[in-house]
């Protein structure tokens, strides 16, 4: 997840792949959009001094969905190995 998670991110510009691979569809869509949005705005605004920031608005919600897909992983690993089924 983790790996999946980076690769995408920094080759697709694809926030929020970790969290649909593990099955938290809502968090990993949300993200996904909203990373496309701040990076269409961000380049398109960017001659304007707004972009930089929406930019590195992305950038951080990208290592948050890295952070966050890795913590969620854990969880669900733990609860699959406790109870033999998924947790979601």
Known sequence: TLLLSIL???LLACC????????KIGPGI???IGGWVLLFIG????MFGVGIALIIGYFILFIYSIVDAN????IYNEFVSQNGRPPW
């Open 43 to 46: 380049a398109v605004t960017f």
């Open 16 to 23: 929020g792949v970790g969290h649909l691979y593990l099955g």
């Open 8 to 10: 995408l991110g920094l």
């Open 71 to 74: 913590k969620q992983c854990r």
């Open 30 to 32: 949300g993200m996904l």
